[in-house]
T-cell receptor, first 108, second 113 residues
Framework: GIQVEQSPPDLILQEGANSTLRCNFSDSVNNLQWFHQNPWGQLINLFYIPSGTKQNGRLSATTVATERYSLLYISSSQTTDSGVYFCVANNAGNMLTFGGGTRLMVKP | NAGVTQTPKFQVLKTGQSMTLQCAQDMNHNSMYWYRQDPGMGLRLIYYSASEGTTDKGEVPNGYNVSRLNKREFSLRLESAAPSQTSVYFC????????????FGPGTRLTVL
């Protein structure tokens, strides 16, 4: 099946800093999503982005399908951004595969 | 809209006991899923239901059974719980299957002693 790798595994930021999270996948995808799991365990869908670029407030994501990677940008980070960010991919006939996640801590 | 709801939120079982986790969605989605998340890991698919009346195994189906009761409800049953099934269980739904955005419930934290 498809392999999904995320980097970095852990990230500590000072409030206000910017960051880029990366997701590499081993095969072509027809579904690529970014999720945020907050410290209370709730999973929130951030982007559905099998290709192209999307923006939502301070967050944006870009997927370059031909090069098999996706990036999640967090600008002007806030303490509420803390949690785990998962990249999730799926290709035809396969199951959704979650990456290992990036654990983000934003310090005040 | 409540979205995806799960009950119970927490459960403690003894080895060998059985229980059913309930999931319901009010978004009129066709597809529903059950995942488990072990500490420090991503989610793994247990079972999914592409549409009412169909169910298929996911990555880790052993020890579980599911029922797609109707379009809204998808339950997960542990017939004889084992400590290895201690995990957080998430239900999700989507409109057009696995290539579409999935919406997750709040999770059920299960401990098997």
């Amino acid at each position: 099946g498809i392999q999904v790798e995320q980097s970095p595994p852990d990230l500590i930021l000072q409030e206000g800093a910017n960051s880029t999270l990366r997701c590499n996948f081993s095969d072509s995808v027809n579904n690529l999503q970014w999720f945020h799991q907050n410290p209370w365990g709730q999973l929130i869908n951030l982007f559905y982005i099998p290709s192209g670029t999307k923006q939502n407030g301070r967050l944006s994501a870009t997927t370059v399908a031909t090069e098999r990677y996706s990036l999640l940008y967090i600008s002007s980070s806030q303490t509420t951004d803390s949690g785990v960010y998962f990249c999730v991919a799926n290709n035809a006939g396969n199951m959704l595969t979650f990456g290992g996640g990036t654990r983000l801590m934003v310090k005040p | 809209n409540a979205g995806v709801t799960q009950t119970p939120k927490f459960q403690v079982l003894k080895t060998g006991q059985s229980m059913t986790l309930q999931c319901a969605q009010d978004m009129n989605h066709n597809s529903m899923y059950w995942y488990r998340q072990d500490p420090g890991m991503g989610l793994r698919l247990i079972y999914y239901s592409a549409s009412e009346g169909t169910t298929d195994k996911g990555e880790v189906p052993n020890g579980y059974n599911v029922s797609r009761l109707n379009k809204r409800e998808f339950s997960l049953r542990l017939e004889s719980a084992a400590p290895s099934q201690t995990s957080v269980y998430f239900c999700a739904s989507s409109d057009r299957g696995r290539t579409d955005t999935q919406y997750f419930g709040p999770g059920t934290r299960l401990t098997v002693l």
